[in-house]
């Protein structure tokens, strides 16, 4: 290990140089995953630098921006600490942390964070220094090692202001993403566990919210509701602004307002989850307000919502390519929408083959989940990459391929080899709509990866998924795709509004692990209406 000698302001304190370690059994495994990372890295030297988030004030203000660490320097240090810096030096296996100087004025107002002592007993690193010493740290690593600094981006190159000493080729700011973005998708069992914690977390919450939603006659008093429990159980942050939409409000994909009454609406989206340890949760339930099916149109809509997903899910194992279970889910809406005519005047093929669903199901079927709730891969976070010309949508498959989609049994569909896919742009999807996993060129799933799947179906009058316009300037005012929607039909289904249903699943070994275990369908009717206690549990296959 390097010895740094401590300034002298620092009483000799700011060096600790009598911890080291690959892991620590309830510890954040930092140290593994900076192994991990420099594998991927695939060099023998070189020194690695992140700069944790520093704490800031809000504009016009004296009251602190909320803090929120940068997600890649937890990733390397499991550190939740403002104004912290991580080395690591690949060549010597060194992580070294980096604490701001601890002011003891400042002490009396807002409490102090780690000293280096106390930091080498919390986080798998090796050694733990006051920051005011990695000015000196950086440039005597510079003059002595003839390898690469890997920073992840040029911004972050002027913390510390003495990386301009190195040449601008000793400075590498393309391979740490990369290599970190493979490493975040594929979580190691400790991940898991803080994943799963958020998760059950969350999914206690959403069953408070049935268990008092018939007292409830505003969006605020279930968004109060689900944050109260979250907090009693010390998750306080969100992994996203939730969102509880009411009537027509719930089509809206990220409606946040939350302050609406619920007047005669049938439905509520609710889409919340909190975050542990920086891990994030994400569920998603459509809820009858009443506690029963408004309408028998309404219970069409969700079961088929609910096939999509459970299809999909059940088709979730190593070596799957998550596109399909896109076009999976979109072969299930077609079957469904024809069989409750609103698709009508054509063959599953031909409905196929314009992409009319899309105006039903317009979105992407789910991403990875981990750090971030939209958590980042090694591949292109859009599913049609972001220099691709979008082409009218046309033919993907074969006619015999077609035709076997529209007759096998939705329980086999996932089964159907969808490999001969030419372009995922032929279906008409664009960046904006499709998340990762869903990338044509992208691998396949792996153990240790945690997705979402979210199917959805909206058609409501008032506002959707792509608002009333787009519905009239792209589908209905458009003879290749009117000619398929039954508008009288349509019109019939407009106030069930928007209906999705989303849950977050491991890539297990051999299969999968459904993590989140909030109550929906006839389960979350039941707990509404006090009929029945919530039981709590997970799939496993």
């Known amino acids: 290990m390097r010895n740094i000698a401590p300034s002298a302001s620092d009483n000799g304190e700011s060096l600790v140089v009598d911890f080291h370690t690959s892991s620590v059994l309830g510890k954040y495994p930092a140290k593994q995953h900076a192994l991990r990372v420099v594998e991927q890295l695939d060099v023998k030297e070189g020194l690695i630098y992140l700069p944790g988030a520093v704490k800031a004030l809000l504009e016009d203000s004296d009251m602190p921006v909320p803090f929120r660490q940068r997600r890649y320097f937890f990733y390397l240090s499991g550190v939740n600490e403002a104004d912290c810096h991580l080395t690591y030096d690949i060549q010597q296996d060194e992580l070294i942390l980096w604490l701001p100087p601890i002011d003891p004025v400042r002490v009396v107002w807002v409490g102090r964070g780690s000293t280096v002592e106390e930091a080498c007993d919390k986080y798998d690193i ?19 090692n003839p390898g690469k600094m890997y920073l992840l981006h040029a911004s972050q190159s002027a913390r510390p202001s003495n990386v301009h000493l190195l040449d601008k080729k000793r400075v590498d700011f393309g391979k740490l993403p990369r290599a970190m973005d493979y490493c975040r998708a594929r979580k190691d069992p400790h991940e898991v566990g803080l994943i799963r914690k958020a998760c059950n977390i969350s999914s206690a919450a959403h069953t408070a919210v049935l268990r008092n939603l018939l007292h409830y006659t505003n969006e605020a008093q279930v968004e109060a509701c689900f944050l109260e429990h979250c907090v009693a159980e010390d998750a306080k942050n969100q992994a996203y602004e939730i969102i509880a939409g009411s009537g027509s409000n719930g089509a809206i994909l990220h409606y946040v307002k939350n302050d609406e009454d619920f007047g005669d609406s049938q439905f509520m ?18 809820i009858p307000l009443s506690g029963r099916w408004p309408s028998e149109e309404a219970k069409q809509i969700y079961d088929l919502v609910q096939t999509m997903q459970s299809s999909c899910i059940t088709a979730l194992r190593p070596g799957r390519r998550f596109l399909d279970l896109y076009f999976v889910a979109h072969s299930i809406a077609i079957r469904g929408l024809l069989k409750l005519g609103i698709l009508h005047n054509g063959t599953f093929a031909e409905i196929w083959k314009t992409g009319t669903s899309r105006a039903f199901f317009p979105h992407g079927l ?22 691709a010309e979008m082409a009218v949508p046309r033919p993907s498959f074969s006619g015999a391929k077609l035709e076997r989609m529209s007759t096998t049994s939705d329980a086999d569909l996932a089964e159907i080899d969808m490999d001969d896919l030419t372009k995922i742009e032929q279906f008409g999807l664009t960046p904006e709509l499709c998340l990762a996993p869903c990338d044509s060129e992208s691998n396949v799933l792996e153990e240790g990866m945690v997705v979402t799947v979210e199917p959805g179906i909206a058609n409501t009058k008032r506002r959707s998924y792509f608002n009333r316009f787009a519905l009239e300037q792209l589908y209905l005012s458009n003879p290749s795709h009117s000619r398929y929607i039954d508008r009288e039909m349509l019109e019939r289904y407009m106030p069930v509004g928007g209906v999705r249903i989303e849950d977050d699943v ?35 296959r």
């Not at 090796?126 to 002595?144: A, G, M, P």
């Not at 989850?273 to 994030?280: K, Q, V």
């Not at 709730?373 to 599913?383: G, L, Q």
């Open 366 to 387: 789910g991403h990875h989940m981990g750090l971030e709730v939209h958590d980042v891969s090694e591949r292109p976070i859009t599913a049609a990459r972001q220099n």
């Open 506 to 540: 491991l890539i297990t070994r051999d299969h999968f692990e459904v993590l989140t275990t909030a109550p929906k369908g006839e389960q979350a009717l039941k707990i509404i209406r006090g009929e029945k206690p919530c039981r709590e549990g997970v799939t496993l």
């Open 126 to 144: 090796d050694e733990s220094h006051y920051s005011r010493d990695l000015s000196k740290y950086i440039e005597e690593w510079i003059k002595s």
């Open 269 to 286: 989206v609710l889409d919340a989850g909190c975050e542990w340890d920086c891990y994030a949760s994400d569920i998603t339930r459509t």
